[in-house]
């Protein structure tokens, strides 16, 4: 039963609430702005360091090595020692991470800098839910947590086209310290004005983020592991999101530059439209489902809307550039239906599952793309490599990209069809006693 002093403290949110929301919610828009940061440097980097793009895919990827792998006790860590003290340290060491790859001699500090970002980053999204958790009424939680996601994918877009203009105009060393040094004053900020609990109220963990002994944690995350309909949305999330971490956070500036002919500016622009498009449909797709009381429909309509769009934006020749980042937005606006996935998720397993459910789900959505794919597609690019450099950088053909990009709309039509693994949960939540 929950506390009736919790509920009437929620109910009348005060001001430092909202406040630490938002901070939150700014810690996960940070996070996006430093996923992306490697797609706008592309060339930078290959010349500074004269690698080759398997090498620079492997660079990007490091972020998630430690975002993916931290993601099932992120929630855990949260709970134990307060959302005010993780997320003002875990932002510091994202900043610090910033500092540490402007200032590094080598690719291999490189490395170590972006291995410390995505620590970093990992707890922003948990961090902000938990917040909305303590400080919120309940039936406000699903909105606060879809606008976190939104605030940090538009983090992302308005990164890519800010960080186009900032690297060619003040290099992408002092740009990456700059990035630090707003991470520090964001760290700052949170320490001093979040609190973790409303004045008065004992703090309770949420269901999805529970005191547990290791033992029991290890025991449920391999119990929800092996839940069919749990696997199928974890295979749906990964494949969906595969494409838009390796186009979108990676290799479509790039893409946009060689086979369009644009600015890196123009391209990012262009580019930004996949997280604003996913920033868009998350919400929709959302509130669509609970409408006609369906998650597998408007899921196969989405990962549909987002395969035709990927094969025409790529495949499609001399579109026009309007039509070009039409194509980038629907394809981010049908892939943001794999939100669905978490929904399904919850529904399908008792509420002390849901916490290692949700975990899993996420750890999958950036694992394919953002550890596999985005230097699988650099390895694709240096096999056709003709030797061509400016500017020290290697410089790929148009039919290059188009070849190694491929796997982009092939990931989305293998989420379609994995979609149809998935059963129907109707919007409802699994009862208990039957799930017992």
């Keep these: 039963m929950s506390d009736p002093a919790a509920t009437d403290t929620t109910e009348r949110t005060p001001l430092l609430g909202y406040i630490g929301w938002l901070l939150a919610a700014s810690g996960f828009f940070y996070a996006w702005v430093l996923r992306i940061s490697p797609s706008v440097m592309v060339g930078d980097l290959m010349a500074e360091f004269q690698i080759g793009g ?31 003290r993780i997320l003002s340290f875990t932002i510091l060491i994202a900043a610090l991470g910033c500092v540490v790859t402007a200032a590094a001699p080598t690719i291999e500090v490189v490395y170590a800098g972006r291995l ?3 620590f970093g980053a990992a707890f922003a999204l948990v961090g902000s839910m938990v917040v909305g958790a303590l400080w919120f009424p309940p039936r406000r939680f699903a909105l606060l947590a879809g606008l976190a996601v939104a605030i940090g994918l538009i983090g992302g877009a308005v990164g890519q086209w800010s960080l186009a203009w900032a690297v060619p105009e003040f290099g992408w060393r002092d740009t990456m310290y700059v990035l630090g040094a707003g991470g520090v004053v964001l760290s700052a900020l949170t320490w001093l004005l979040t609190r973790d609990k409303p004045p008065g109220v004992e703090r309770v963990a949420t269901p999805s983020i ?54 890196r500016p123009e391209a990012a622009f262009y580019v930004s439209f996949l997280l604003y498009g996913v920033a868009i449909g998350g919400p929709i797709f959302g509130w669509l489902s609970d409408k006609i009381g369906r998650r597998k429909t408007p899921l196969i309509v989405g990962q549909s809307m987002a395969c035709i769009s990927f094969a025409t934006m790529l495949y499609v020749p001399d579109l026009p550039p309007a039509v070009f980042g039409l194509l980038i937005g629907i394809a981010g606006f049908g ?18 599952n849901i916490g290692a459910a949700l975990g899993l789900i996420n750890m999958t959505a950036v694992a394919l793309g953002g550890i596999v794919i985005q230097p699988l597609v650099g390895w694709f690019l ?11 950088a290697r ?30 949960t109707y919007c409802q939540p699994v009862a208990e006693e039957a799930a017992a």
């Design 116 to 118: 410390m970002i995505g």
């Design 210 to 263: 529970q005191r547990n002994r290791f033992k029991s944690v290890t025991a449920d995350v391999w119990r929800v592991a092996q839940e069919r309909q749990i696997v199928w949305a974890s295979v749906i999330t990964a494949l969906s999101s595969a494409p838009v971490l390796t186009f979108g956070a990676l290799w479509g500036v790039s893409y946009s530059e060689t086979v369009y002919g644009m600015s």
């Design 382 to 392: 240096d096999l056709q490599w003709t030797g061509e450099l400016k500017g020290g």
């Design 335 to 352: 892939g943001a239906s794999m939100n669905l996935c978490y929904a399904t998720g919850r529904e399908s397993l008792p509420a002390r």
């Design 54 to 84: 398997a090498v620079l895919g492997v660079m990007s990827s490091l972020y998630f090595y430690t975002y993916a792998t931290i993601q099932v006790p992120v929630g855990l860590a949260v709970d134990r020692f307060g959302p005010r």
């Design 395 to 424: 410089v790929y053909s148009a039919e290059a990209f188009q070849l190694a990009l491929v796997v982009v709309p092939g990931l989305s039509l293998m989420a379609v069809f994995s979609c149809f693994g998935l059963r129907e």
